[in-house]
């Protein structure tokens, strides 16, 4: 919730006492209109965080109540250039009083004399608005986050546009070579934190340091378009909005602002978007694992800072930018702590975490140095701006050119393609033939051969989406880092692939019904690994995300019941009852993918935890080891005869099975919010791999046509082949721009909005595939449906999708039920 700055002050610390005689009478004669002597002063301290103590001065005279702000350097020794008071106030004093479109508050007088409260303060304006401390935005209608952190990105560059020489100050800092700066400034003063007789020094903090320095961009080298003003610590907690409108009327904390490369003010204030709250110790700064509704992803709210800033995408620098930030945040906290091990920081609590905060934002500034690109290569695109976005499906407008792979992923998909070839393939009828055998409920040691070789060439967890290739590098401690291999450790956590740059290699693992597993990218694995990343604690990840992540268990997903129409999951009957620690599961499921596999472990189990609650509020996802007492495996179920093994569809019974209390995800009643996050990308992956598979249908299709011959002529020269060909093709072709559509639209807007885009997507692809593998088919006449060629398994999997993940009513609901809302707008 929003704070009133009026409701932020507490009594002042002692250590921040002010001798208030000396200071009235200063005041008395230094600020213009302040109330005569018998005035009496009446002195709190703001209690948010600030590094310069900072209060609020009441002056009242016969009930006329006049309120200041007064900011000062703490006490005590400070690190050189540190809370500079007389920086903060020349910067306030050049922008303000209608002197630029910055709002900021006025100031009144600046005393450098230490002798009137023991260290230079200024005394400004006492604005009387909302703070906003988390930047969540707890409580609030999603419209009014939207608004407000599109008033923030205006107001950013706002300041950007300040003209320094207007305002007198064009010496306030060097424009050129800022960053080369900053890195040499905040590791002087890191230096200046740790070593002997301080706290050690982080080795994370010194590797970004390297990195920095050996990754400053060109264009920092000169004073060029991005320079100007720098606010240093621009947040959203460092702005006051009006009492009720989304309209910021300071901007406050100028300590650090100076003139520079602006670019790197810009990803400071996105820092939340890649600092993970639930796992930063202390202090509510960043989001946490999902973005709340209304704010805009990172994408959006740069473009929006961009648009209103006149700057171009910074896709190629941004990881640099953001890495200074967080190495400058941890330099900071560094310093922060030391005060406070010496005994002199403002702040109290916060001060106390500083320590543990510095290497937390070390560590995040490491990975994120050693990880891929955090933004798209392009802005989110005008037509999909907001205002049009939520109507519902518009591809007509689309881009379809800009979904071309990168150089990155277009050497990512040489190489997975080479292993197909190399390994994948060659391999499919031994594994074939052990799963046609009686001893078809076992591992191949072929299988596990290949999972390692996938690992080393770094073809491994390719799925995990760059946002939560983050939260799973976070998971391998620093011994744990420490004792891998550099490369190993990255490669557990994926490439750092957008989900359109992964629809692209997807769809290649989808050409073999064996890839998605060698690999670690299969369904329902990956969908429960997303789970575990997004909703996990930490014990619930450490047990079971690891191995998962590793490839050393599989786990299943049970939510479909054989009793009830699954298709609507507010059907589920399985009951889960708390008693003492424990919860006790009775259900029956069916469909459970991978419960067979002897390496199943886990099953991520959806019941109702309480049946009188509001429809979508009854269901929980818990944790449950398949070992548990009670959980009856009864028999593999066949799709078209096939039974899928090692993998397997299970039907599982759940009878009494107990289990901890501390295994239910996210909490009770919270299921159907899981489900929706889990099954966005997990529905694209199946409609990529679906692409795949209908390519690989195209490719027998041609190969056999063009080899076999019927009536004196080749099959590919009789007539009806050109047509079946050429459709097969259109199928393709339009299918993947739909895939590729929706998986850009996910990167960019998350499930929710991209929900029309997944649809069509589900829809399509399995519709597609399955005319072009019949095709296929039919041009291998009885082979087609044997079990010699993968076309009938192809063709059987494909059937299965029309149902599994939704069936095609469903989706073809959403998006009709989008379209009737969008033409309801015209
Ligand atoms: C191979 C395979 C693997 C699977 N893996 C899993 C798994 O790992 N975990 C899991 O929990 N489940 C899994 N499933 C189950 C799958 O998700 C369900 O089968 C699916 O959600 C449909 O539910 P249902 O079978 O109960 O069909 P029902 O809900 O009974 O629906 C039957 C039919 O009703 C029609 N229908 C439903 N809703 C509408 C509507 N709104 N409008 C018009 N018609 C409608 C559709 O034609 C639908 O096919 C799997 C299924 C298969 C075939």
């Known amino acids: 919730m929003a704070k009133n700055t009026m409701t932020m002050v507490v009594p002042v610390d002692s250590a921040h006492r002010l001798d208030e005689g000396r200071l009235l009478s200063y005041l008395q004669t230094h600020v213009k ?7 009496s002063l009446k002195i709190s301290q703001f209690g948010h965080g ?17 309120r200041y702000v007064l900011r000062k350097k703490p006490p005590g020794q400070i690190l050189q250039s540190a809370h500079a008071i007389e920086r903060e106030y020349q910067v306030l004093f050049a922008l303000g009083e209608g002197k630029t479109k910055v709002p900021v508050p006025c100031v009144y007088c600046l005393c450098t004399d230490s002798t009137v409260i023991g260290t230079p303060f200024y005394v400004m304006e006492h604005l009387e608005g909302r703070l906003f401390v988390d930047a969540t935005l707890p409580g609030m209608d999603p419209k009014e986050r939207r608004a407000i952190y599109g008033e923030m990105a205006r107001v950013l560059a706002a300041i950007h546009a300040a003209d320094v020489d207007a305002i007198g100050l064009s010496r306030y800092g060097r424009k050129d070579n800022y960053c080369k700066r900053q890195v040499e400034r905040w590791t002087a003063q890191y230096h200046q934190s740790t070593g002997k007789g301080k706290p050690d020094p982080d080795p994370n903090m010194l590797e970004v340091i390297q990195w920095l320095r050996e990754n400053i961009p060109a264009e920092d080298g000169t004073a060029g378009s991005k320079t100007g003003i720098v606010h240093g610590d621009y947040r959203l907690d460092n702005l006051i909005f009006h009492p009720s409108e989304p309209r910021v ?47 805009p992803s990172l994408p959006e709210y740069v473009a929006e800072y961009c648009s209103a800033a006149d700057v171009s995408w910074p896709a190629n620098t941004w990881n640099f930018y953001t890495v200074l930030s967080l190495f400058r945040y941890a330099a900071i906290c560094a310093g922060v702590f030391l005060r406070m091990l010496q005994g002199n920081a403002s702040g109290g609590k916060r001060a106390e975490d500083a320590g543990k905060m510095a290497l937390f934002f070390a560590a995040t500034a490491l990975r994120l140095a050693k990880r891929g690109p955090i933004l798209p290569p392009r802005p989110p695109s005008a037509s999909l701006e907001l205002p049009a976005r939520s109507t519902g499906p518009d591809s007509s407008s689309q881009n379809l050119l800009g979904f071309a792979p990168s150089a990155r992923v277009q050497e990512l998909r040489k190489r997975l393609i080479s292993f197909m070839e190399r390994h994948i393939y060659p391999s499919e009828n031994e594994l074939n033939d052990l799963m046609y055998s009686n001893a078809r409920w076992t591992i191949h040691p072929t299988e596990e051969r290949l999972k390692k070789l996938a690992k080393s060439e770094g073809l491994w967890n390719l799925w995990i989406p760059a946002d939560s290739a983050a939260l799973a590098s976070d998971l391998m401690s620093e011994t744990e880092k420490a004792m891998r291999s550099k490369d190993s450790a990255d490669r557990l956590v994926g490439a750092g692939l957008s989900n359109l740059e992964y629809a692209h290699l997807c769809e290649i693992l989808g050409r073999s019904m064996w890839a998605p597993q060698i690999l670690n990218c299969n369904a329902p694995d990956t969908g429960n690994m997303e789970v575990l990343l997004r909703y996990g604690n930490s014990e619930q990840q450490r047990k079971w995300l690891r191995p998962l992540l590793e490839g050393e268990i599989r786990s299943g997903f049970a939510m479909t019941e054989p009793n009830v129409a699954s298709s609507d999951a507010t059907n589920i009957e399985c009951s889960m009852v708390r008693e003492g620690d424990e919860y006790i599961i009775n259900g029956h499921k069916w469909w459970t993918s991978g419960a067979m596999d002897p390496r199943c472990q886990l099953l991520i189990v959806m019941g109702k935890t309480n049946p009188n609650a509001a429809m979508h509020k009854q269901q929980s996802m818990i944790l449950v080891d398949i070992n548990t007492p009670g959980v009856k495996i009864v028999r593999p179920l066949l799709v078209f005869g096939f039974d899928d093994a090692p993998h397997g569809h299970a039907e599982v019974k759940f009878e009494n099975v107990r289990v901890p209390v501390t295994n239910l995800l996210l909490g009770e009643g919270r299921g159907f919010e899981i489900a929706q996050g889990r099954l966005g990308p997990g529905r694209l992956h199946h409609c990529m791999r679906l692409v795949g598979a209908a390519e690989r249908g195209m490719d027998s299709m041609v190969k056999r046509a063009t080899q076999r011959k019927a009536f004196g002529k080749t099959l590919s020269q009789q007539g009806s082949f050109a047509h079946m060909l050429a459709k097969s093709r259109l199928d393709i072709e339009q299918t993947r721009l739909l895939v590729l559509n929706a998986a850009h639209q996910l990167d960019l807007y998350g499930n929710k909005v991209a929900k029309g885009a997944i649809a069509m997507a589900k829809v ?21 449906v044997s079990s010699d060629f993968p076309l009938s398994h192809l063709w059987a999997s494909a059937r299965t999708l029309r149902l599994a993940d939704g069936p095609d009513e469903v989706h073809l609901g959403t998006i009709a039920k989008l379209e009737l809302q969008r033409v309801s707008k015209l």
């Open 33 to 39: 209109g302040f109330l005569p002597p018998p005035a």
């Open 50 to 66: 600030q590094s310069n103590p900072t209060y609020l001065l009441q002056v009242e005279l016969n009930r006329c109540v006049q």
């Open 249 to 295: 009327i300071g901007v406050l904390d100028w300590e650090l602002s100076t003139l520079g490369n602006q670019m790197s003010d810009a990803a400071y204030n996105c820092l939340p978007y890649v600092i993970d709250s639930d796992e930063l110790p202390g202090k509510n700064i960043g989001f946490s694992k999902q973005l709340v509704d209304g704010i």
């Open 764 to 784: 399509a692809a399995p519709n597609a595939a399955l005319r072009v593998l019949d095709n296929a088919i039919q041009v291998h006449g009885g082979g087609g």
